[in-house]
């Protein structure tokens, strides 16, 4: 099946800097996600972004689907953002089932 | 977006006996849902597909005996962990596509505890 890995595992930034996650996928998607974990376990939707570049805030993605991977941009960094940042894709074929990465454990401390 | 409801978010029960899960999607319907299960620190892994007036389809190695599905409505999916051991224990949570890129929406979650 299709892998996807995640990087870094584990970050932990100063309040206000910026950060970037990286998601790798092995075979071609149709869909990718990203999602933030909160500490109560919500996985709560950033991004649905196949392809092409999207901002929502403070946070933004861009996938290129041609290589195979996708980054998550978060800007000035605040404690709230804590928690495990989730990329997911669904395979061609795969019938919406979505795979996840292990996931990126990000604390932000003020 | 579209929401999607568990029920209940946090479980306890002995060894031996059954828990019931319920997935519901509140604004939309859904003839496919998704099970996972969630160990500490780990990632979601999916468990099984939900369809909706047919039989679940389950991902290798989990029991379909041990973890029922009933996708018996376009709004309702129901897990069954049946004879529950502590093993077992995890957090469950379930989703289901929308829209028309079929975003998927997850629920809250289930954190079960058998004791």
């Known amino acids: 099946g299709i892998q996807v890995e995640q990087s870094p595992p584990d970050l932990i930034l100063q309040e206000g800097a910026n950060s970037t996650l990286r998601c790798n996928f092995s075979?071609?998607?149709?869909?990718l996600q990203w999602f933030h974990q909160n500490p109560w376990g919500q996985l709560i939707n950033l991004f649905y972004i196949p392809s092409g570049t999207k901002q929502n805030g403070r946070l933004s993605a861009t996938t290129v689907a041609t290589e195979r991977y996708s980054l998550l941009y978060i800007s000035s960094s605040q404690t709230t953002d804590s928690g495990v940042y989730f990329c997911a894709v669904e395979p061609v074929n795969a019938g919406n089932m979505l795979t996840f990465g292990g996931g990126t454990r990000l604390m932000v401390k003020p | 977006g579209a929401v999607v409801s568990q029920h209940p978010s946090w479980v306890i029960c002995k060894s031996g006996t059954s828990v019931k899960i319920e997935c519901r999607s509140l604004d939309f319907q859904a003839t496919t849902m998704f099970w996972y299960r969630q160990f500490p620190k780990q990632s979601l892994m999916l468990m099984a597909t939900?369809?909706?007036?047919?039989?679940?389809?389950?991902e290798q190695g989990v029991e379909k005996d041990k973890f029922l599905i009933n996708h018996a409505s376009l709004t309702l999916s129901t897990l069954t962990v049946t004879s529950a051991h502590p093993e077992d224990s995890s957090f469950y949570i379930c989703?289901?596509?929308?829209?028309?890129?079929?975003?998927?929406?997850f629920g809250p979650g289930t954190r079960l505890t058998v004791t």
């Open positions: 939900s369809n909706e007036g047919s039989k679940a389809t389950y």
């Open positions: 075979d071609s998607v149709n869909n």
């Open positions: 989703s289901a596509p929308a829209g028309g890129t079929y975003e998927q929406y």
